[in-house]
């Protein structure tokens, strides 16, 4: 009886419905970020679009100071980078110093509006 008990309470249990990754869009354009901070669940794939009449070499580091450089962006193109690792990342153009962007990989999946 026991079993059936507990069999009956684990049936009734809410199931969570597999969580989806976001995409936050990040615009270049006059040499600059359309976003100065994004905050994004582990998983979520930022995507820089390059609108500038310029090349753009954004390099994106993490806490303990590892670049990933994604390569030149000619104008038009567009980079996708998906974070998984919770913690603070730098983005910045490595040929327009000014531009910088704060991506914050939140530690657990929370509904972001």
């Known amino acids: 009886m026991k079993r059936l008990v507990l069999l009956l309470f684990l049936l009734a249990l809410p199931v969570p419905s597999p969580a989806h990754a ?38 994106i580091e993490n806490a303990a100071g590892a670049v990933n450089d994604t390569g030149l962006q000619k104008p038009g193109g567009v980079i996708r980078e998906t974070l998984s690792a919770p913690g603070d990342y730098k983005a910045h153009c490595g040929l327009h110093p000014k531009m910088v962007l704060k991506i914050s990989v939140l530690a657990a999946r929370r509904v972001l509006r």
């Open 22 to 59: 976001a995409e936050f869009e990040i615009i270049e354009a006059h040499q600059q970020f359309s976003e100065n901070a994004v905050s994004i669940n582990p998983g979520d794939t930022v995507v820089f679009r390059n609108a500038d009449n310029v090349t753009h070499n954004i390099l």
